[in-house]
């Protein structure tokens, strides 16, 4: 798993992670839209090899969520 990968699946004050069927769904905390969207688009820059990624728009120039995909089996939340 890589160092990115590993960074997303980490407790973080910039959005709420959920484990879904096939892989986790990250969702923006309130007041931390900025932060988060950094984070979505840096993850969509370096999907493809550990990962792949989906993403929600928040209806402007962010993110509201990002569902990862990882191509191997998906860790366990920790």
Known sequence: MGR??????????AYD?????DGFV????PGHREE?????????????DDFI????SDGRQGYSQMFV???DEAPPLR
């Open 26 to 29: 990250l969702i923006a905390k």
């Open 4 to 13: 990115l990968l590993t960074k997303l699946l980490e407790d973080s004050p």
């Open 69 to 71: 995909m990882p191509l």
């Open 17 to 21: 992670l959920r484990r879904d069927k």
């Open 53 to 56: 990624v989906f993403t929600t």
């Open 36 to 48: 988060f969207s950094d984070l979505v688009r840096e993850a969509a820059e370096h999907a493809g």
